[in-house]
């Protein structure tokens, strides 16, 4: 696992922004995996940012969003589709047809569910999966749990994420909805490279997770460690619980690239 340290919110988004458009011009019929939060917004301001500026073209890439609320419309603004739609997909060339999407009012949720896992096999996989990860180290939905799902599924949410994403629904926990569609760990093991980024403080235990050297269900995030091409993007405070060999190694690599670049 590769770790980056930023200073800075804006430098993190836009290295991780900076991997994207790279992956863009490696293969322009990339399949990207994107997440939704808080996280993830500055990510997509830098994307929009760089497509404004010419240096991205979406038209032949797929994306495939993470998960959603069980029982939203695609169309409700509270739903993880209508975040993308507002903050990515409406800036970007990214063809209508070419963004997929968990359906949250699926009325079989199960079939749907298949369905996405089939869909993503079809595209050929997932070239690049972003994460952002929950504060108790759920990635995508998977949740802290005795087992974790391989496939895309139907998940209850804890009450701690429930408040996490109070945000959208007002600051009211009771109207977060109580579960979720999520792609499973293997769906996102399978991508070929994986970008996690966590900024602020109370994302520290979580990271420390992802580098623990220990595999735990408790801990979704540890799993991405079996996984042979994952980047981890981090601003200092998320970086606080990190064994200090490791945080030293990767700011002499920052502090080296940086003096490259001034030349
Ligand atoms: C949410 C989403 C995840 C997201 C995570 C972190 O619950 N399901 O995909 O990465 O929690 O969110 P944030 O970036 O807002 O902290």
Same mark, same amino acid.
């Given at each position: 696992?590769?770790?980056?340290?930023?200073?800075?919110?804006?430098?993190?988004?836009?290295?991780?922004?900076?991997?994207?458009?790279?992956?863009?011009?490696?293969?322009?019929?990339?399949?990207?995996?994107?997440?939704?939060?808080?996280?993830?917004?500055?990510?997509?301001?830098?994307?929009?940012?760089?497509?404004?500026?010419?240096?991205?073209?979406?038209?032949?890439?797929?994306?495939?969003?993470?998960?959603?609320?069980?029982?939203?419309?695609?169309?409700?603004?509270?739903?993880?589709?209508? @975040?993308?739609?507002?903050?990515?997909?409406?800036?970007?060339?990214?063809? *209508?047809?070419?963004?997929? @999407?968990?359906?949250?009012?699926?009325?079989?949720?199960?079939?749907?569910?298949?369905?996405?896992?089939?869909?993503?096999?079809?595209?050929?996989?997932?070239?690049?999966?972003?994460?952002?990860?929950?504060?108790?180290?759920?990635?995508?939905?998977?949740?802290?749990?005795?087992?974790?799902?391989?496939?895309?599924?139907?998940?209850?949410?804890?009450?701690?994420?429930?408040?996490?994403?109070?945000?959208?629904?007002?600051?009211?926990?009771?109207?977060?909805?109580?579960?979720?569609?999520?792609?499973?760990?293997?769906?996102?093991?399978?991508?070929?490279?994986? *970008?996690?980024?966590?900024?602020?403080?109370?994302?520290?235990?979580?990271?420390?997770?992802?580098?623990?050297?220990?595999?735990?269900?408790?801990?979704?995030?540890?799993?991405?460690?079996?996984?042979?091409?994952?980047?981890?993007?981090?601003?200092?405070?998320?970086?606080?619980?990190?064994?200090?060999?490791?945080?030293?190694?990767?700011?002499?690599?920052?502090?080296?690239?940086?003096?490259?670049?001034?030349?």
């Amino acid at each position: 696992m590769r770790l980056q340290i930023c200073d800075t919110i804006e430098e993190a988004a836009m290295t991780t922004a900076a991997i994207v458009v790279e992956q863009l011009r490696n293969k322009p019929t990339s399949v990207f995996g994107l997440p939704t939060g808080q996280t993830a917004l500055p990510i997509y301001d830098a994307l929009v940012g760089l497509h404004r500026a010419g240096r991205t073209d979406f038209s032949q890439a797929h994306t495939v969003n993470l998960d959603e609320f069980v029982g939203l419309s695609s169309t409700d603004p509270r739903s993880f589709r209508a @975040f993308m739609q507002q903050h990515l997909f409406r800036h970007v060339n990214v063809p *209508v047809n070419h963004v997929h @999407f968990l359906a949250g009012d699926a009325c079989d949720s199960e079939r749907e569910c298949a369905c996405f896992d089939s869909l993503i096999a079809r595209l050929g996989g997932i070239d690049l999966q972003l994460l952002g990860v929950g504060r108790n180290g759920h990635i995508g939905f998977n949740e802290p749990a005795r087992e974790l799902q391989l496939r895309t599924h139907r998940v209850r949410l804890r009450l701690d994420t429930r408040r996490d994403n109070a945000g959208a629904f007002g600051g009211c926990v009771r109207d977060v909805p109580r579960e979720a569609l999520s792609m499973g760990m293997a769906t996102i093991l399978q991508a070929k490279s994986i *970008v996690l980024v966590a900024l602020g403080r109370s994302k520290a235990p979580a990271v420390a997770s992802a580098f623990s050297g220990r595999i735990s269900t408790d801990k979704p995030v540890s799993f991405l460690q079996l996984h042979p091409c994952v980047t981890v993007i981090v601003d200092r405070a998320a970086a606080v619980n990190l064994p200090r060999a490791h945080v030293e190694s990767s700011l002499q690599r920052h502090e080296a690239g940086s003096s490259r670049r001034r030349g």
